[in-house]
């Protein structure tokens, strides 16, 4: 029997954006983790924009250790 299952392909990046972000969860402890996320990944695009030769995981990379010092969010 042959299944029609579709195989799932996960996009190149994917995993290491989802990595950044939680790290960065972990580590300040919003709140709102999803007003967190939101401001993460706009000030990312913001560094993407300055870094637009990076591939996307040295992008994060740098952007987890220039901006890795996230205020605590009360």
């Not at 695009?45 to 987890?64: C, H, M, P, W, Y």
Request: hydrophobic share 40%; proline share 4%.
């Amino acid at each position: 029997m042959i299944s029609s299952k579709p195989k799932l392909v996960i996009p190149y990046g994917l995993k290491t954006l989802l990595e950044g972000v939680s790290r960065a969860v972990l580590k300040t402890r919003p709140q709102n983790i999803t007003q967190f996320a939101a401001v993460y990944f706009k000030e990312l695009i913001l560094f993407r924009e300055g870094n637009a030769s990076l591939d996307i995981k040295d992008l994060v990379k740098q952007f987890q250790q220039v901006k890795g010092k996230y205020h605590k969010q009360s």
